[in-house]
């Protein structure tokens, strides 16, 4: 009958001379004792038997061997044999049979093989992900490098349209301005004939007696001014398109320098973009970028934002150009015109004139007394100014010294001369301040009346000078002053 559960459990001992070799682990405790078997406690080293099946084995392991006759063996018990005696076999525990043995061992063997399968087939897979990833993550990035090109391309090529046609532009500004400035300078040239004109009209009025006619030298003055003042109407007319057209071509220029600023912006970052690569300096997490879209535009829209700037732009060019053939011929028609009654009235001139000495004589005397009595107003205003300056820092004492008397404390507090007296200086200088002020607005009042019975004296006396030189032949030394044709028209 084959015993269940049991193993050989028959203890061994060894001479004293007998060497072995050392211990190579810690468990110095599993291979050698100081102590013989029979007098340890089997069962720390062995926790799977009982206590039971070692006081068992221990009463009948050695049983004709007395405690002396053990001390006179002439060798270390180590283990005793053990023996087996069906009165222990009911007395010890159930053990695993060799079959359970066996299968633990297949199940740790498959176990082992498979998991060491799954582990071989997880590293195939997984290298192969990693090196499928690293191909899609490159090609992903060369695509995006070519995308990036693609986009830079286009850039350039809208930033030499763009170039282009802000040159354009600049030429077009350039040549309009020019064209502006000579109109500016041709209606400024009026200004003189128009003068002489209308001071010839102011003279002749002054006539007395039976020089004041209605003559042809009047009709033909007449007819001047009428002329100049149409010509100047139709230049301002134009000046004001051309400073219109300026400003719409200077706005279609802003806007494309502005694009091209924009582009060039986008072109250096999508460079800097381009060149980017793995072991690049400057590259940097940032967590949620990809889930943040501040595009304002998409590629179409981006396109027709820069063409419709472009035909914007050469809109503007071509109406500046057709502003300026127009301001061409105005100039030349206007001078022209302006030409030919100067003509006719300087030929109706040479048969009337007349003197006004004793009227340009009386307007200069009293031209000097106003201008001396101007300088005396200036004067005292200037007075006036000082005595106000003088009385700003009593007032201020008087003010910081009410000011400072509020922060005495308690009972001195008190309402007492000095501050009444202050009070009344602060009211007393108020009222100085006040009627000094006024009479400076009198003054300057008077002074700006002088100022403009100045002007018009100057300007009844340049009127008077004319007439002097009307009849005295020299109103046509002035007329000579007329433009000639290119002042005119706006070169020079």
């Not at 291979?31 to 029979?38: A, D, E, K």
């Not at 995308?147 to 532009?169: A, P, Q, T, V």
């Not at 829209?301 to 011929?329: G, P």
């Amino acid at each position: 009958m084959e015993l269940m559960g049991s193993t050989l459990t028959a203890e061994y001992t060894r001479p004293k001379t007998s060497q072995f070799f050392p211990a190579i682990s810690n468990m110095v405790s599993s291979y050698r004792s100081n102590q013989p078997v029979l007098a340890m406690n089997p069962s720390a080293n062995q926790p799977w038997r009982t206590n039971a099946y070692y006081r068992t084995g221990s009463a009948t392991t050695i049983p004709s061997l007395s405690s002396i006759q053990r001390e006179n063996l002439g060798f270390d018990l180590v283990r005793a044999k053990t023996m087996f005696y069906p009165s222990n076999r009911s007395a010890m525990i159930t053990r695993y049979t060799p079959d359970d043995w066996y299968k633990s061992n297949q199940s740790n063997y498959r176990e082992s093989e498979s998991s060491r399968n799954s582990a071989e087939r997880l590293r195939r897979d997984t290298i192969r992900l990693m090196q499928d990833k690293e191909q899609l993550t490159r090609r992903t990035q060369e695509t995006t490098s070519k995308n990036i090109g693609e986009r830079l391309n286009d850039i350039s090529f809208w930033r030499s349209e763009l170039n282009h046609e802000i040159d354009n532009m600049v030429s077009e500004i350039m040549a309009l301005t020019e064209v502006k400035r000579r109109l500016e300078r041709a209606l400024q040239e009026t200004e003189g004939p128009l003068q002489v004109s209308q001071e010839c009209l102011y003279h002749r009025e002054k006539r007395m007696s039976i020089d004041l006619v209605h003559d042809n030298v009047e009709k033909d003055l007449i007819r001047e001014v009428e002329t100049i003042k149409s010509c100047q109407e139709r230049m301002r007319r134009h000046l004001d398109k051309a400073i219109n057209q300026l400003a719409s071509n200077r706005a279609a220029q802003h806007e494309l320098e502005r694009d091209l600023s924009d582009k060039v912006t986008a072109q250096r970052i999508d460079n800097r973009c381009h060149h980017l690569r793995n072991a690049s300096d400057g590259i940097s997490y940032y967590r949620g970028i990809e889930r943040l879209d501040p595009s304002l535009s998409l590629p179409d829209s981006w396109s027709k934002f820069t063409d419709d700037n472009i035909l914007h732009s050469q809109s503007e060019r071509a109406a500046s150009h057709k502003l300026r053939d127009v301001i061409e011929i105005l100039l030349n028609a206007t001078s022209n015109e302006m030409w030919k009654h100067f003509n006719t009235v300087n030929v109706a001139f040479t048969n009337r004139m007349s003197e006004t000495a004793d009227a340009k004589n009386s307007l200069q005397t009293h031209l000097a007394k106003t201008l001396q009595e101007i300088f005396q107003t200036e004067m005292l205003i200037e007075s006036l100014k000082k005595a106000l300056r003088d009385k700003e820092c009593p007032l201020k004492v008087a003010q910081t010294r009410l000011d400072e008397r509020t922060r005495r404390p308690n009972v001195e507090l008190c309402r007492d001369n000095p501050h009444h007296r202050l009070v009344g200086e602060v009211r007393e200088i108020e009222d100085t301040i006040h009627k000094l002020r006024e009479r400076l607005m009198e003054a300057e009042n008077t002074l700006q009346k002088l100022v403009k019975t100045k002007a018009a004296l100057e300007h009844d006396l340049s009127i008077k000078a004319n007439s002097l030189f009307l009849d005295q032949e020299k109103c046509m030394g002035i007329r000579k002053s007329f433009p000639s044709t290119p002042r005119l028209v706006g070169y020079t």
